[in-house]
């Protein structure tokens, strides 16, 4: 079984910078893509960022609009999620998810259905 524990989330102003981290443990056959999705208070969950750990693909939402980084250290087993400029409406439990199936290169790459397992979340809260 996967297991998946998220780390770094916090409070920052608006404008600042937060890198969160998602440790990833268990078998590693199922574990070829991890995603982060965030879900803001009142609202649905929504997917982020994925990357596939067998060749690096990378998918970002489009509100991401180049202010987020995702990358993987695969020694480490860790995926990280790099903020800048971050916003209030970024605030949310920003959680991360693993699934076997190389989704990040597809239409599915950012959607909850492909992903088995999931992390608690972690808070990020920006301030205005």
């Known amino acids: 079984e996967v297991h998946l524990v998220e780390s770094g989330g916090g409070l920052v102003q608006a404008g600042g910078s937060l890198k969160i981290s998602c440790a990833v443990s268990g078998s590693s056959y199922l574990d070829e893509t991890i995603a982060w999705f965030r879900q803001a208070p009142g609202k649905g969950r929504e997917g982020v960022s994925c990357?596939?750990?067998?060749?690096?693909?990378?998918r970002y939402a489009d509100f991401v609009e180049g202010r987020f980084t995702i990358s993987s250290d695969k020694a480490k087993e860790t995926v990280y999620l790099q903020m800048t400029n971050l916003k209030p409406e970024d605030t949310a439990v920003y959680y991360c998810?693993?699934?076997?199936?190389?989704?990040?290169?597809?239409?599915?790459?950012?959607?909850?259905?492909?992903?088995?397992?999931w992390g608690q979340g972690t808070q990020v809260t920006v301030s205005s």
């Open positions: 998810a693993a699934t076997w199936s190389p989704v990040c290169r597809g239409p599915w790459a950012l959607k909850d259905d492909p992903y088995e397992n």
């Open positions: 990357i596939s750990r067998e060749d690096d693909s990378i």
